[in-house]
Antibody
Framework: EVQLVESGGGLVQPGGSLRLSCAASGFTFSTYAMHWVRQAPGKGLEYVSAISSNGGSTYYANSVKGRFTISRDNSKNTLYLQMGSLRTEDMAVYYC??????????????WGQGTLVTVSS | DIQMTQSPSTLSASVGDRVTITCRASQSISSSLAWYQQKPGKAPKLLIYKASNLESGVPSRFSGSGSGTEFTLTISSLQPDDFATYYCQQYNSYSQTFGQGTKLEIK
């Protein structure tokens, strides 16, 4: 059974940093691209970042470019999102999602349960 | 970025009704469109991919159609479990985008 379990969310002050993790199981992690998608409270889904299966290619939405870094450790079956210079508008539930292929231009076939990031002083 | 516009934003319907949600893209995305269902406090769930392909395990009352810039999600006979928010997503460009969502409510 495919499982994606996010962790690392919490309360952080504006300007602070946080690292999210997404532990994957039930599939061969190293053969799938992965994504981060966020959802602000009461709002819709916003695409954040993506990484190819081997980690060689990444993509960032303009809203997080230069502040967030996506990475993966295929030996640990784990996806990461390092978030820096956090703003109040970054407050959201962050979901990791599996791409249906090894490159990040496809739909998302599995999602984690999400982890909440609160940015507040 | 490609803008995705869903209509309506809210839809009130009854069990057994046939409902259709529309998603329009600001430019052609071929058939690179997916539909997701999200219930409160839960992660989105894939329903349809490549505009009209039903994901494994999804009931056959769900169907999708369209290509280019206009797409529809149809639920042929609403069931109590279908009341949720639905999102379309284009994956034709690296800057993938979602529609704003359609909340399907019980009438």
């Amino acid at each position: 059974e495919v499982q994606l379990v996010e962790s690392g969310g919490g309360l952080v002050q504006p300007g602070g940093s946080l690292r999210l993790s997404c532990a994957a199981s039930g599939f061969t992690f190293s053969t799938y691209a992965m994504h981060w998608v966020r959802q602000a409270p009461g709002k819709g889904l916003e695409y954040v970042s993506a990484i190819s299966s081997n980690g060689g290619s990444t993509y960032y939405a303009n809203s997080v470019k230069g502040r967030f870094t996506i990475s993966r450790d295929n030996s640990k079956n784990t996806l990461y999102l390092q978030m820096g210079s956090l703003r109040t508008e970054d407050m959201a539930v962050y979901y990791c999602a599996r791409d249906s292929s090894d490159y990040y231009l496809h739909y998302f076939d599995y999602w984690g349960q999400g982890t909440l990031v609160t940015v507040s002083s | 970025d490609i803008q995705m516009t869903q209509s309506p934003s809210t839809l009130s319907a009854s069990v057994g009704d046939r409902v259709t949600i529309t998603c329009r893209a600001s430019q052609s995305i071929s058939s690179s469109l997916a539909w997701y269902q999200q219930k409160p406090g839960k992660a989105p769930k894939l329903l349809i991919y490549k505009a009209s392909n039903l994901e494994s395990g999804v009931p056959s009352r769900f169907s999708g159609s369209g290509s280019g810039t206009e797409f529809t999600l149809t639920i042929s006979s609403l069931q109590p479990d279908d009341f949720a928010t639905y999102y379309c997503q284009q994956y034709n460009s690296y800057s993938q985008t979602f529609g704003q969502g359609t909340k399907l409510e019980i009438k």
